[in-house]
């Protein structure tokens, strides 16, 4: 079954706004990574967290990995309109050939 | 160069046909897969292959066969195509089993 659930399915800002969309799972993460999809796009890859309570930057996206590493979130400060996408995040899962799970998306959308 | 590039990038067909997506990549990358994305865009990993080697064989009709003649290379034929086939096919690739993925442009599949 889905091994991570992902809030909100949908966000909607205004520019400026700040966004955090959250991943959540009732089982032991090894590790998170987050993608984003532009509309009409393909998920590219953002980043990559494996310690508990990791935190990475990379400008204006802030990701974390809880210390439980049962949770996980990503925020955006100050959206801009180059924000909009879904953003997925995704457990891999070793025993299992590696797989990586996907949860459902946050789908952004920004009002200039 | 693309470095995940797929064939075709769009399919209309009818119920009943059979039809493939190609898969190149040039990354020199190990493993590769084939993910669906419906509708509602949730991602569900298909098929995962490791040096010409199947790794991860998912919960798919046995109408769909991956098959991938070297390590650059993996193709899916899809037989007996039905309405609910209709999704975009992603291909994908990774340096290791649990690293991040590369994706390709999709194939979005309508069957009519």
């Known amino acids: 079954g889905q091994q991570v659930m992902q809030i909100p399915q949908y966000q909607h800002v205004q520019e400026g706004e700040d966004f955090t969309t959250y991943c959540n799972s009732s089982?032991?993460?090894?590790?998170i990574q987050w993608y984003k999809q532009r509309p009409g796009g393909h998920p590219v890859f953002l980043i990559q967290?494996?310690?508990?309570?990791e935190v990475k930057k990379q400008k204006r996206l802030t990701f974390q990995f809880g210390e439980a590493k049962k949770n996980s979130s990503l925020h955006i400060t100050a959206t801009q309109t180059t924000d909009v996408g879904t953003y997925f995040c995704?457990?891999?899962?070793?025993?299992?050939?590696?797989?990586?799970?996907f949860g459902q998306g946050t789908e952004l959308s920004v009002k200039p | 160069d693309t470095a995940v590039s797929q064939t075709p990038k769009y399919l209309v067909t009818q119920m009943g046909n059979d039809k493939s997506i190609k898969c190149e990549q040039n990354l020199g990358h190990d493993t590769m897969y084939w993910y669906k994305q419906d509708s509602k865009k949730f991602l569900k990993i298909m098929f995962s292959y490791n040096n010409k080697e199947l790794i991860i064989n998912e919960t798919v009709p046995n109408r769909f066969s991956p098959k991938s003649p070297d390590k650059a290379h993996l193709n899916l034929h899809i037989n007996s195509l039905e309405l609910g086939d209709s999704a975009v096919y992603f291909c994908?690739?990774?340096?290791?089993?649990?690293?991040?993925?590369?994706f390709g442009e999709g194939s979005r599949l309508t069957v009519l």
């Open positions: 089982t032991t993460l090894s590790n």
């Open positions: 967290l494996v310690k508990s309570g």
């Open positions: 994908a690739s990774s340096p290791t089993r649990t690293g991040e993925l590369f």
């Open positions: 995704a457990e891999s899962i070793y025993n299992q050939g590696g797989k990586l799970i």
